[in-house]
T-cell receptor, first 113, second 111 residues
Framework: NAGVTQTPKFQVLKTGQSMTLQCAQD?????MSWYRQDPGMGLRLIHY???????DQGEVPNGYNVSRSTTEDFPLRLLSAAPSQTSVYFC????????????FGPGTRLTVL | KNEVEQSPQNLTAQEGEFITINCSYS?????LHWLQQHPGGGIVSLFM???GKKKHGRLIATINIQEKHSSLHITASHPRDSAVYIC?????????????FGKGTHLIIQP
């Protein structure tokens, strides 16, 4: 099993550009989530999904969109990148909910100039 | 919103020492996670617990639901234990919402 995979590992964008961070898991997990990690802030929840076709907002959703068309994939879209979105992004999955053991992807380091 | 506090923020110890990292939270939870983040950035799950105590090798995690407090202990610490240790809580009521994280404890074990 590959576990949770994320692409790309690194990305540099200019302000106003859009892009999609990819996240995929091969463990048949229902629950998937996106977090951002900033120095001194800890990890913060952006969006999460409890199954295909179901998504919800987390603590810091502004500027990000998600969709969940399949169980395996949970992409995160930045519609118009801003310097405040410079961060490290982690995708995670678990069997059913945040109550279960979490499996994290390797992260994407994003810089917005 | 649950407030999750970890202490200490930074800890430097000598190899072989017994290490304790603390986590407290403000609102009732369904589960608490201890995570480890190595300098390379990857995050791995160490424990998930909702009551009592769990042990895995040299790591022990305990939780006191009434006091809203958890501790992570490392016995016979080793330089390879150097990492950031993160506490995260899952909300009560089914856990459909995401985790709330502490800011982490940066642990350095010197040989």
């Amino acid at each position: 099993n590959a576990g949770v995979t994320q692409t790309p590992k690194f990305q540099v964008l200019k302000t106003g550009q859009s892009m999609t961070l990819q996240c995929a898991q091969d463990m048949n997990h229902e629950y998937m989530s996106w977090y951002r990690q900033d120095p001194g802030m800890g990890l913060r929840l952006i969006h999460y999904s409890v199954g295909a076709g179901i998504t919800d907002q987390g603590e810091v959703p502004n500027g990000y969109n998600v969709s969940r068309s399949t169980t395996e994939d949970f992409p995160l879209r930045l519609l118009s990148a801003a310097p405040s979105q410079t961060s490290v992004y982690f995708c995670a999955s678990s069997y059913v909910s945040s109550f279960n053991e979490q499996f994290f992807g390797p992260g994407t380091r994003l810089t917005v100039l | 919103k649950n407030e999750v506090e970890q202490s200490p923020q930074n800890l430097t110890a000598q190899e072989g020492e017994f290490i304790t990292i603390n986590c407290s939270y403000s609102v009732g939870i369904s589960a608490l996670h201890w995570l480890q983040q190595h300098p390379g950035g990857g995050i791995v799950s160490l424990f998930m617990l909702s009551s009592g105590k769990k042990k895995h090798g040299r790591l022990i995690a305990t939780i006191n639901i009434q006091e809203k407090h958890s501790s992570l202990h490392i016995t016979a610490s080793h330089p390879r234990d150097s990492a950031v240790y993160i506490c995260a809580v899952a909300p009560s009521g089914g856990g459909a919402d995401g985790l709330t994280f502490g800011k982490g404890t940066h642990l350095i074990i010197q040989p």
